[in-house]
Structures are given as C-alpha cells and as structure tokens.
C-alpha cells in the first residue's frame, strides 16, 4: 500500500526532478505513477509485472542504462540473486546517486505483530489462509531475505544510512486509517515497529 507519508519519504531522498529514476519492485506502479507526476523519469520494473502495465516485467539483473537514482519500496528482500543484483544495482548508477530503500523487517516481525495483523484482517471481513500467528513468523522469515542480509548485499557498493524504524503492518493489506492504532501500540512497547528506512549512497 502506497501512503502518503512513504511517499513524502521517496520525494524527500531523491534528487530534484528531472532525475532519472529506477524503480525496483514496482509492483501495479502507483509510487512511478506518483513520481512521474512530480516531474520523474522514472524506469519501474517488477518481473511479476502484469503485461500491458507501466512497469516492464524484468528482473533487476536485466536493467540496462544508466540512472540517477533508484527505490525500492518492500521489494529488495524479494529480489534473488540478492548480492549479484545489489552489484548490478551499483553499476548503473554514479557516485554519490542515492537508492531509496522501504523494507519490513522479518528479524522484528512477532507472534505479536502477527496475531495483530490477524485481527485486524478478521475485523475488516478478510480472514487470512492461515490463522497461526508462529506459523506466520515462520513463513515470512523463511520466504524473504532479512534486512541484515539486504544491508549487507548494499553496503559493498554503496555508504548505508542508518535504518529508521516505521510502521508497516497497517500497509499490508489493511487499512491506512489503522496505522495511527499501530503508531500508538508501538509508542507503548506493544507492538514492534517491523518497517524500516534507509538511503544508500552509491560509493
């Protein structure tokens, strides 16, 4: 889900439009969308990309040219080879160009964030497949790579920012108007902040 504040985030990172921007992961192309209106050249890619859309269904390895920026919003720990297509990444970008990176946090994503989640797709009428808030965490953390492991692939080619911890869970498939419930949760330590942000400056 695309909310204001993540793209306010992308906006506030890149540099001053015309830049040429790679978007990785885009998905159904809402964050290009938003870009191009604001003056971006913007090349998004997603290989689960529906054929006909905006966003060109090829895999961050098969990107050629140059650009002077990239994001990736919730897609690199997706993204396979990982350290391969982070060194790809770099070559097609100069020194100093910024990639703009929105990730959950597997290593922070509970029992607790899991059963939250869980009640609130049973409040809004839209129970999940699977209802077992450990068979969850596992799931997640088995399927996609951890935010140390995208750190790590990134920080070969590029100086890394510290991550800032966000909200997230009210993105994935709930409601927007839930995240001032999950900000307040995490304010009291009872839910863990499973969003994280960063800038990576290609070196």
């Known amino acids: 889900m695309l909310t204001r504040d993540l793209v306010a985030f992308v906006r506030a990172s890149l540099p001053e439009p015309p830049a040429n921007v790679l978007e990785i992961g885009a998905g159904r192309g809402e964050l290009a969308h938003e870009l191009r209106a ?3 050249t913007v090349t998004a890619i997603d290989p689960a990309a529906e054929p006909g859309s905006e966003v060109e269904p090829v895999p961050l ?3 050629s040219g140059s650009f002077d920026a990239a994001a990736a919003v ?3 720990h ?3 080879p990982l350290e391969e297509s982070c060194a790809h990444l770099a070559s097609l970008l100069p020194a100093g160009a910024p990639v703009v990176v929105d990730e959950i946090d597997a290593d922070r994503y509970d029992e607790r964030a899991a059963s939250w989640w869980l009640a609130q797709r ?3 009428g839209s129970p999940h497949d699977h209802e077992d808030p450990a068979e969850m965490v596992r799931g997640l953390r088995d399927h996609i790579h951890p935010l140390p492991a995208v750190q790590a692939a990134l920080a070969r080619h590029f100086e890394l920012g510290a991550p800032v911890r966000v909200p997230y869970l009210h993105r994935w498939e709930l409601h927007p108007m839930l995240r001032e419930m999950e900000v307040d949760l995490i304010a009291r330590g009872a839910l863990p902040a499973t969003g994280a942000r960063l800038v990576a400056i290609r070196s």
Do not use: F, K, P
Request: aromatic letters at 6%; glycine letters at 6%.
């Open 38 to 40: 604001a003056g971006y």
């Open 61 to 63: 390895l098969d990107v």
């Open 74 to 76: 919730v897609s690199l």
């Open 78 to 80: 997706h993204v396979e």
């Open 122 to 124: 049973r409040a809004l």
